[in-house]
């Protein structure tokens, strides 16, 4: 069964780096059939694609967000990270990862998405 | 940019009867080469990550109850819970995946009248 689980602080303060990491276990991130990728929802609020990545060396980012969003991967971990610059308080949310169905090589649709997890910008 | 726009923003439905919600995109996500629409549902109850019900726009998700079904082509789109179960009390998203944005649709909440 794949499962994803997030780590990471759940208070960041602002102009400063948010940094989570996803494990991902009952799959591997080589596999080349798919995309791992950030998702994240500011509370009470809808869904927003951040960016996501295929092990075969593509990697997306919503370009809203491409000028401070980073997506790197450890494969002796099964894990993948996201680093994010210059939080303010628009970046409070909870944040998810997920598996994306690969189509075309692009990423599609979630089929699996961790828990999530809280992330507040505030000093 | 694809905007997604659902409504209504809420319902309440009585347990057993239909409830529907409508999702319109700004531009076609129909690909004509494959003729698939790349528009898929989730459904997110409270302090819950999203579940995937559909995709394809009409295709169930391995697990889904047949009460979930999905319809529409191009730019509308209609999610149906034949028989509204307590269970089924969420927030229900579309999204297109056809662009690099993999927008969603504001959510639709279902609560029980």
């Known amino acids: 069964q794949l499962q994803l689980q997030e780590s990471g602080p759940g208070l960041v303060k602002p102009s400063e780096t948010l940094s989570l990491t996803c494990t991902v276990s009952?799959?591997?991130?080589?596999?080349?059939?798919?995309?791992w990728g950030w998702i994240r929802q500011p509370p009470g609020k809808g869904l927003e694609y951040i960016g996501s990545?295929?092990?075969?060396?593509?990697?997306y980012y919503n370009p809203t967000l491409t000028s401070r969003v980073t997506i790197s991967v450890d494969t002796s971990k099964n894990q993948f990270s996201l680093r994010l610059t210059s939080l303010t308080a628009a970046d409070t949310a909870v944040y998810y990862c997920?598996?994306?169905?690969?189509?075309?090589?692009?990423?599609?649709?979630?089929?699996?998405w961790g828990q999530g997890t809280l992330v507040t910008v505030s000093s | 940019d694809i905007v997604m726009t659902q409504s209504p923003d809420s319902l309440a439905v009585s347990l057993g009867e239909r409830a529907t919600i409508n999702c319109k995109s700004s531009?076609?996500?129909?690909?004509?080469?494959?003729?698939?629409?790349?528009l898929a549902w989730y459904q997110q109850k409270p302090g819950q990550p999203p579940k995937l019900l559909i995709h394809w726009a009409s295709t169930r998700e391995s697990g889904v109850p047949d009460r979930f079904s999905g319809s529409g082509s191009g730019t509308d789109f209609t999610l149906t819970i034949s028989s509204l179960q307590a269970e089924d009390v969420a927030v229900y998203y579309c999204q297109e995946y056809i662009s690099a944005l993999l927008t969603f649709g504001g959510g639709t909440k279902v609560e029980i009248k």
């Open positions: 997920a598996r994306h169905f690969d189509d075309y090589s692009l990423p599609r649709y979630s089929d699996y």
């Open positions: 531009q076609s996500v129909l690909h004509s080469p494959n003729n698939k629409n790349y």
């Open positions: 009952g799959d591997s991130v080589t596999t080349s059939n798919n995309h």
């Open positions: 990545f295929s092990y075969s060396g593509n990697t």
